[in-house]
């Protein structure tokens, strides 16, 4: 009789299985990090789900309850600690969560979101697999992403706890402020590689000394 596998088993063999967009990466993310001053990291296998819905319908009421709330104009991320929700048009948003939220390491938040959805008009769909995240975070943060960013990126525009679609070195991104001085920017798996090696190549001159 074949054994069957216990769910720690079948969670272990999927984290083993997988390899992130820019996993290949890491060690230059590392060397190419400037403590203090700007430093890039890949944060792999969060769990997204993309949803459309009515927010004011009974549908959204339902959805919000299992996100903490959904975002009502651009710009906008609603959601308290580890599940946040981000805006991405009227009737479109991106739910965002640590990687044991998803169903297939234990968690429910695909089959929630589906479930409070139910048969009324909207949709729900995985796209964990669709993004990476890159944090991108330091004093000089702001100013790698100014070299490439068309959005007014000061504090007093684009604040903390702000998300919006944009393009970074022409590659369309999610970028997400997370604090005054960190941003999550969420590429297609696709252009992970390109975009990360563009914001390594942008940071390199915060490497060297300022020049008096």
Do not use: I, K
């Given at each position: 009789m074949a054994e069957t596998a216990t769910?720690?088993?079948?969670?272990?063999?999927?984290?083993g299985a997988r390899r992130s967009p820019a996993e290949h990466l890491a060690e230059a993310?590392?060397?190419?990090?400037?403590?203090?001053?700007?430093?890039?990291t890949e944060i792999p296998y969060q769990a997204m789900v993309g949803i459309r819905v009515d927010r004011t319908s009974d549908a959204g009421a339902r959805v919000a309850s299992v996100t903490g709330g959904l975002p009502a104009?651009?710009?906008?991320?609603?959601?308290?600690?580890?599940?946040?929700?981000?805006?991405?048009?009227p009737t479109e948003f991106m739910v965002v969560a640590p990687e044991e939220a998803h169903d297939s390491l234990g968690g429910s938040l695909v089959?929630?979101?589906?479930t409070a959805l139910?048969?009324?008009?909207?949709?729900?769909?995985?796209?964990?697999?669709?993004r990476t995240t890159f944090e991108l975070s330091g004093s000089h943060a702001r100013a790698v992403l100014e070299k490439t960013c068309a959005l007014d990126l000061h504090p007093r525009v684009f604040k903390a706890g702000t998300a919006v679609s944009t393009e970074l070195a022409h590659i369309p991104v999610m970028l997400w402020k997370t604090s005054d001085d960190s941003y999550r920017i969420f590429p297609r798996a696709s252009f992970a590689d390109f975009?990360?090696?563009w914001l390594l190549d942008a940071m390199r001159e915060y490497a060297s000394p300022e020049v008096p």
């Open positions: 769910p720690s088993e079948t969670v272990n063999r999927v984290r993310f590392t060397s190419g990090s400037v403590p203090g001053t700007v430093t890039l104009t651009c710009g906008d991320v609603a959601g308290t600690g580890s599940v946040n929700t981000l805006w991405l048009g089959s929630d979101l589906t139910g048969n009324d008009a909207g949709q729900v769909v995985d796209l964990s697999a669709n975009l990360g090696r």
